[in-house]
């Protein structure tokens, strides 16, 4: 089914043709007629399945060819989790939009909020934001939202997991009750469901299938190295293999500048990307990266969030995540668009019980190979990994990186506690009582591929048991 006969008007159909669309996603199939016919939306859909699209081609049909918004107001708000993503969404916006005569911008905080307060000045059809701002804004007056038409809760489950869950009521709370809402969520945990409770009147439910998440296209490696020796086997890696455009994941931020400096030192030029970086400072990098000046980015799991790119070659696990879902979302972002990709973890003795949890995650073990002058020491002893992200979170001193390590090998025993602590860390994320859209069948782009008897299946994420059972025994903090 093209564009047009999903009901989308000539300029759309125009715009996104030039943009080298010639076929909808599975989602935008879904989401498009839905969002058309006005009524709210539930999907379960992660970044590289087209969503963006899916909710910003039918938005921008709906508020065309009606009476400019007044001063202050706007009639579509999409809030999104991240300055990254934001930026993307409205990108899109106007690439979409670009033969239509709407006005969009895009908010968040990091960087002077004066322009930002005389462009809302006007009004404008479309605002995207990041919640934290949007509040500020509010709080200045500077925004006037009762007049929204559409509103869309983009990544709605990284935005909970970021905390902004207060901030996000703040909002609804001055909302106009008669409006169309649009809520994107990659998994549903009870947040998420309560969230979509009281927000929704009656969705239209959709889930799809991550485009390519699975791990057959995705050349999976973990190269066993001592703690000390991650950074030096990674030059090694890179400079042997002539890797470009790697995106190497860090568990903290000071982990990843420390890690660009030392890659930078090696004459490899990289660049660290996470919260505590100015909005300058990363979208200079990401620019950098995508026009693939820059052969290396660091960034942590949330500062990654929102960067889309398509075919990008190489995933770094420097360290491993400490949710098995991360690591599904990480090397989600290789073998994108069709093509084949490497994800390499670079695993020390400290990592054997993340490891174990996120092999049985995904059901396959992922196969090891040591890189000569790299073998790890066989009598190295596991110490607890550090989290300093937590003592941001508040978590007292004391508490810090007490997860207990997890005894070497692969098999046998019980799995380590190595996930005990995530519960606490990342209590928003869990899937235990996911409620499966339940009038919209699963639309999946498998049908195209051979049966995968052990890929990890974004419905994996959206309530299969195995999910399930992890997600509440990291509640509950059983292992
Ligand atoms: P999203 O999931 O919205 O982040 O989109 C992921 C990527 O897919 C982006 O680079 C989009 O430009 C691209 N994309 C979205 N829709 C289509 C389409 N119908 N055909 C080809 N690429 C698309």
Redesign the pocket.
Same mark, same amino acid.
């Given at each position: 089914m093209s564009f047009a006969e999903l009901g989308l008007a000539e300029p759309i159909v125009r715009a996104v043709t030039e943009n =080298?669309?010639t *076929?909808? %996603?599975p989602i *935008?199939l879904k989401a498009i007629p839905a969002v058309l016919k006005g009524g709210d939306l539930l999907a379960g859909a992660q %970044? =590289? %399945?087209?969503? %963006?699209?899916g909710f910003t081609l039918p938005m921008l049909q709906l508020l065309s060819g009606k009476p400019r918004p007044a001063a202050r107001t706007v009639r579509a708000l999409v809030l999104t989790p991240t300055r990254e993503l934001a930026a993307q969404v409205e990108e899109s916006v106007r690439t979409y939009g670009k033969y239509l005569n709407l006005t969009s911008a895009v908010i968040f905080g990091g960087v002077n909020i004066n322009p930002q307060i005389q462009r809302l000045a006007r009004g404008l059809d479309i605002l995207v934001a990041t919640p934290g701002r949007l509040l500020d804004l509010m709080q200045q007056g500077a925004v006037d939202l009762r007049h929204v038409e559409i509103l869309v809760l983009d990544e709605a489950d990284r935005m909970l997991d970021m905390g902004f869950i207060r901030d996000i009521r703040k909002v609804l709370a001055v909302l106009p009750p008669k409006r169309q809402n649009l809520l994107f969520s990659a998994t549903f945990s009870d947040e998420i469901k309560a969230l979509a409770d009281g927000l929704l009147d009656n969705p239209a439910m959709i889930e799809v299938e991550r485009r390519n998440s699975t791990v057959e296209v995705i050349s999976q490696k973990i190269h066993p190295v001592d703690r000390d020796k991650k950074h030096q086997l990674l030059t090694h890696l890179i400079k042997e293999h002539n890797w470009f455009q790697v995106l190497v994941f860090t568990r903290t931020k000071h982990g990843a500048n420390k890690l660009a400096e030392q890659l930078c030192k090696a004459d490899i030029p990289a660049l660290a990307i996470h919260g505590n970086k100015s909005q300058a400072a990363r979208t200079r990098a990401l620019a950098e990266f995508k026009s693939t000046d820059l052969q290396v980015l660091v960034a942590t799991d949330i500062a990654a969030r929102g960067i #889309?790119i #398509?075919q990008l070659p190489y995933v770094v696990n420097y360290d491993l995540p400490n949710v098995p879902e991360d690591y599904v979302h990480r090397i989600g972002r290789t073998g994108r668009a069709g093509s084949t990709g490497e994800a390499v973890s670079l695993v020390c003795v400290d990592e054997r019980g993340l490891l174990r949890d996120i092999e049985r995650f995904i059901k396959r073990e992922v196969p090891e190979e040591v890189i000569a002058g790299f073998e790890p020491d066989p009598n190295a002893r596991p110490q607890p990994i550090q989290l300093r992200s937590q003592e941001q979170r508040g978590q007292p001193r004391h508490q810090q990186g007490k997860r207990a390590a997890a005894p070497a090998g692969r098999s046998g025993g019980k799995p380590g506690n190595a996930s005990q602590h995530h519960g606490s860390q990342r209590s928003s994320q869990g899937t235990a009582s996911a409620p499966r859209p339940q009038n919209a069948g699963t639309t999946t782009t498998s049908a195209a591929r051979p049966p995968r008897p052990t890929g990890v299946r974004t419905s994996a994420l959206l309530g299969q048991p195995a999910a399930n059972a992890a997600a509440s025994k990291r509640r509950s903090g059983q292992r």
């Open positions: =080298g669309y *076929q909808p %996603t *935008q %970044t =590289g %399945t087209g969503k %963006t699209a #889309d #398509d």
